[in-house]
C-alpha cells in the first residue's frame, strides 16, 4: 500500500515481508514536481522504482526520492 502526504511532499512506500502478509512502510520525501506527478498517477498496489539518497538530519534518517519510476499499476 502506497500513501501520499502531498503536503509535507511524503510518500510511504510498502514493502511486503517475503513470508508475511503484512507490509512495511517507508517513508521518502520528494520534491514538489515529483510528488504532483505521484500524487496525480500512482493508484494502490503499482509498482514503483524510487532512485533516492539517504540523509541524515539531527540524527534521523531519512530517504530523499530524486526519480520516481512507474513500473505498473495493479490493474495491468
Known amino acids: 500500500m502506497n500513501?501520499?502526504?502531498k503536503l509535507?511532499?511524503?510518500i510511504s512506500i510498502g514493502i511486503k515481508r517475503?513470508?508475511?502478509k503484512d507490509s512495511d512502510l517507508i517513508p521518502v520525501t520528494l520534491n514538489e514536481g515529483l510528488i504532483d506527478s505521484v500524487s496525480k498517477y500512482l493508484?494502490?498496489?503499482s509498482?514503483?522504482?524510487v532512485k533516492a539518497s539517504l540523509n541524515i538530519d539531527n540524527?534521523?534518517?531519512?530517504?530523499?526520492?530524486e526519480k520516481?519510476?512507474?513500473i505498473n499499476s495493479k490493474n495491468e
Open 8 to 10: 509535507a511532499g511524503i
Open 18 to 20: 517475503s513470508n508475511e
Open 68 to 70: 520516481v519510476t512507474f
Open 59 to 65: 540524527n534521523i534518517l531519512r530517504i530523499v526520492g
Open 47 to 49: 509498482t514503483i522504482g
Open 3 to 5: 500513501k501520499i502526504d
Open 43 to 45: 493508484i494502490e498496489g
